[in-house]
């Protein structure tokens, strides 16, 4: 049986499909960027989602050198900037991000930073006051660098963390960083997450005496 209580000294967390929903901006994007390679969109899509656009188009576009896919993510970066149709907060990511405020969490996002303001400004939800962002780290997830970054920024060991992850390669990254992990959302349900709840609307959040977390579950 998974735990229905966590605790931890602190929380990093993903952004898009944890907090904030962008499928819509992302998917079109996405898809244009897959038409004009004549990719099929679903084999894009199928692994897209957690990772850097760039770490993407290497996977699907082995050819290619790292300069041009760096080029190309730049102007998809721009795209999705201008693009914030559709882009609202994940059910219950208010109350939860109310919940941390003047405790220690940190944001540990693919996106770069531009990006990440945009969408936190877009669903009106307040940016954590860590942020690792796709400029702060030489790897994109799966590699485990950003949340091991975040742990260090916040002053705990990683075993002291929890991360609240939806995609696959987030998932992966957050255990690879020796960390415990809270699956957000159906795509996480697949990835063997510490504790996997349908959205942050299942998470209560409280702080001890001793100032670290205690994360409650419910069904």
Excluded: Y
């Amino acid at each position: 049986m998974p735990p229905t209580t966590l605790r931890a000294a602190g929380l990093l967390l993903d952004m898009d499909g944890t907090l904030v929903n962008s499928d819509a901006v992302v998917e079109r994007c996405w898809r244009r960027w897959a038409a004009k390679h004549n990719l099929d969109p679903a084999d894009v899509l199928g692994i897209m989602h957690g990772r850097q656009g760039h770490a993407t188009m290497a996977a699907l576009l082995p050819h290619r050198s790292a300069a041009e896919n760096l080029a190309e993510n730049a102007l998809l970066i721009a795209e999705e900037i201008a693009d914030t149709d559709g882009v609202v907060p994940v059910p219950g990511a208010p109350a939860f991000l109310a919940a941390l405020q003047g405790h220690p969490h940190a944001l540990v996002t693919s996106a770069n930073e531009n990006l990440a303001l945009t969408r936190m400004s877009a669903t009106g939800l307040p940016l954590p006051p860590v942020l690792v962002t796709a400029e702060r780290v030489s790897a994109s997830k799966p590699d485990p660098e950003g949340f091991l970054k975040g742990a260090a920024e916040l002053g705990f060991a990683p075993a002291d963390c929890v991360v609240f992850e939806d995609a696959e390669v987030g998932i992966a990254a957050a255990k690879a960083a020796g960390m415990r992990v809270v699956g957000v959302g159906p795509r996480a349900a697949a990835q063997e997450p510490t504790v996997h709840v349908r959205s942050l609307e299942q998470v209560t959040v409280e702080v001890g005496a001793d100032g670290g977390f205690v994360l409650t579950f419910t069904a």
